[in-house]
């Protein structure tokens, strides 16, 4: 079964080219930050990851779903200090030392040992849970998933396992009652393996999310099923078994949601990978409370298309990729600000250094570290980092009428402070009035003060960050007075 997700992954890239190849040529430049190939993936050493690194002691640790010693797909770290990556597991398909093959899903840390899974290979072919402890190197098969029925019901997880009080929930991709997925839980204490909700397509189906836990409840996401077919957002009580379909998706709001939902406050926002207004997905917001879905921003291609990853929050704005769009239709870094609907594209990936990322972006010293599942060296995937160049924090406004003479009667005034990661160093800060640009100031002026300005009249200012290489920011805006 895993092969058929494989070819669904092709297929959507395949579909996504053409939609991109429909819309305009011209791409987006970067607006700034230092990306960096870390790690080119050969073959040897693991090939083509999907998953997000996770970070423990300043080491990142990963899966690549094919290659290794036995092609199977391999765990492995990356030490950014120093550059060194290490196989640590090499899998080994339906037996052998290391069952299982094809791991997709993100490393889950619990007391100093990675829980994960495979998407294929164990006992039944089906895919596994299993452990991982970096202190010891030991490997543990711990479920083997035996597909529609039998001892652990489901097939093919895909998604990271979310932890609840010291037991793991998570979801099959395929299998259980009928055959589109489960929910189940998993405690390690215990090793027991419970189906604690089956999909039946009428409300989801072909689960591929991690779940997202708030308030006790999971929320999570079907990437097919429901109402049109289009994918499901769903919310599970684990205290009551209580599954609800909460969202149904119908392609003109987005279609196939893959990524996990992430919370903002008490809003869950996420992407499509297909539908919206140009068919390349959408960012949007479901506010549980009061079940409102928004679509936020429409992919058009130019500017991205098929976004499979999670969003990653902070500082208030929004990190991702898509797999597909862009300069050169291979996906794009991007960041989007839900106070202002402002979405930027912060890099275009060119194959050379990596292409179609399916990975969520993970921060660490104020740097996003990120792996893209093709290109490089050998076009089976790289480890990157991306230092981003962001626009100043805290920009405030004030009208005063100047008391130091007649030749100025009143100016707005304006201060700001220094961008809020230190991912990349500013080189200096454009200021524009209504769009234009009225001056550029040195790195260490953090204020600035437009004279002649008429009493009450409302302007628009924005401020920018610039680096060394000339490249800009994205705008923070504020009117005055």
């Known amino acids: 079964m895993g092969e058929i997700m494989r070819l669904v992954r092709r297929v959507v890239v395949i579909l996504l080219s053409l939609f991109c190849c429909l819309g305009p040529n011209s791409g987006h430049a970067s607006n700034g930050g230092i990306y960096t190939d870390l790690f080119d993936f050969d073959g040897t050493h693991g090939a083509n990851p999907f998953a997000t690194l996770t970070l423990n002691g300043g080491v990142f640790y990963g899966t690549a779903t094919s290659g290794g010693t036995s092609t199977f797909g391999v765990i492995f770290s990356f030490d950014p200090s120093s550059s060194t990556y290490t196989d640590l597991v090499n899998f080994t398909g339906n037996a052998g030392a290391f069952p299982g093959s094809a791991p997709a899903a993100t490393l889950t840390l619990n007391g100093g040992i990675f829980y994960g899974t495979a998407q294929n290979g164990g006992a039944s072919g089906n895919g596994v849970i299993f452990s991982f402890d970096p202190s010891s190197s030991a490997y543990t098969d711990l479920i083997n998933f035996t597909g529609n029925a039998g001892a652990f019901p489901g097939s093919d997880p895909l998604a990271t396992l979310t932890l609840n009080g010291g037991v793991f929930y998570g979801t099959t991709f395929m299998g259980g009652a009928s055959g589109v997925g489960v929910i189940f839980s998993f405690d390690p204490s215990t090793s027991t393996y419970t189906v ?244 550029t100031l040195s790195p260490s002026t953090l204020h600035y003060n437009d004279h002649n300005r008429k009493k009450g009249v409302k302007t628009l200012y924005s401020v920018t960050t610039i680096n060394v290489q000339g490249n800009e920011s994205s705008r923070v805006n504020i009117t005055v007075p």
Do not use: C
Request: aromatic content about 14%; overall charge negative; proline content about 5%.
């Open 196 to 439: 604690v909700h089956n999909f039946d397509g009428t409300n989801g189906s072909l689960p591929e999310a991690a779940l997202t836990l708030s308030g006790g409840v999971f929320y999570g996401t079907t990437a097919f099923g429901g109402a049109s077919g289009n994918g499901v957002i769903f919310s599970f009580d684990p205290s009551t078994s209580t599954y609800t379909d909460l969202h149904d998706f119908d392609d003109t709001n987005g279609s196939l949601p893959a990524a996990a939902l992430t919370l903002s406050g008490e809003v869950f926002y996420g992407t499509t990978a297909f539908g919206g207004a140009s068919g390349n997905g959408v960012i949007f917001s479901f506010d549980p409370s009061t079940s409102t879905y928004t679509d936020l921003h429409d992919f058009d291609g130019t500017n991205g298309s098929g976004p499979f990853a999670p969003l990653t929050l902070s500082g208030g704005v929004f990190y991702g990729t898509t797999m597909n769009g862009g300069m050169s239709n291979l996906g794009v870094i991007f960041s989007f600000d839900p106070s202002s609907s402002t979405y930027t594209v912060l890099y275009n990936f060119d194959g050379t250094h990596g292409s179609l990322p399916e990975a969520a972006l993970t921060l660490s010293g104020g740097i996003f570290y990120g792996t893209a599942t093709n290109g490089g060296a050998s076009d089976l995937g790289v480890i990157f980092s991306f230092a981003p160049l962001l626009p100043p924090s805290n920009l405030t406004g004030h009208q005063k009428k100047n008391n130091s003479g007649a030749r100025y009667e009143w100016f707005n005034g304006l201060k700001w402070q220094t961008p809020t990661l230190s991912g990349t160093e500013a080189a200096g800060y454009n200021i524009y009035r209504d769009g234009v640009k009225i001056a």
